[in-house]
């Protein structure tokens, strides 16, 4: 199995030398010439989404192959609940994970061991990246600059000047969505109203309460821009308030506080 992550390496010599260096070893040192070559190119292995992957274990899962023989361990997986979860599968079926750089294979018990060494390594490597990453746009939020994402109702965003500014065909709905949440206490009777009058939300679809209360509760329509509010994208755990970067008269509000 051969994997690249990016364009850039495909267009390099990265495929082609796996590949050399893979066939050699399984002839020479495993003395196997009958093998087959599972190629994904532009892929991450941050997860298992990848076409050639899923088709090389399906294939194993019909008792094809006695050997995977990768590269370097990252290649196949830089996740280590991923990789022990496939790890796990190949034992059961009798098949010897084989990583042809960090020089073991699994039919050994050290191989085995240091298998497991190196893949808490690769996790710790991953964590303290996804951790410089968040270090680098909570700093960029904190000098005001926007890290991206889907662009507020209500709001156009110039990329070239960074700077947002109101669209007044739908702020004229915000108010009236303010206003009415504000008379009812009530985001269903504020859905209702919209969905009454014929209003939609900027994807040609009727409103719904959760995007009622987006409008009514976000800072970001007094002018206010948050950031780092929340700890990952899955789990959406409220970090500590000390925690949020809070940057005032960010951009033209349209609400007043």
Known sequence: YIRVS????IDKDSLPMQRKDLTAYASLLLGIEDYEIFEDAGYSGKNTDRPAFQDMME????HEFSHVLVWKIDRISRNLLDFAKMY?????LNVTFVSKNEHFDTSTAMGEAMLQILLEFAELERHM???RVTATMISRAG???WNGGRVPYGYSYDAD??????????AAICKLIKNDYLEHQSTLHTVRMLNAKGYQTRSGVEWSAHAVWIIVSSPFYAGIYRYNRYKGTESR???PEDEWVMIYDHHPAIFTL
């Open 6 to 9: 990016t364009t850039h390496q």
């Open 129 to 131: 990246t996804s951790e």
């Open 59 to 62: 294939r194993i899962r019909k």
């Open 88 to 92: 796990e599968e190949l034992k059961s």
């Open 237 to 239: 755990k409220v970090n």
């Open 161 to 170: 000047k960074s700077e947002f500014s109101i669209r007044e065909d739908e």
């Open 143 to 145: 000098s005001g600059l």
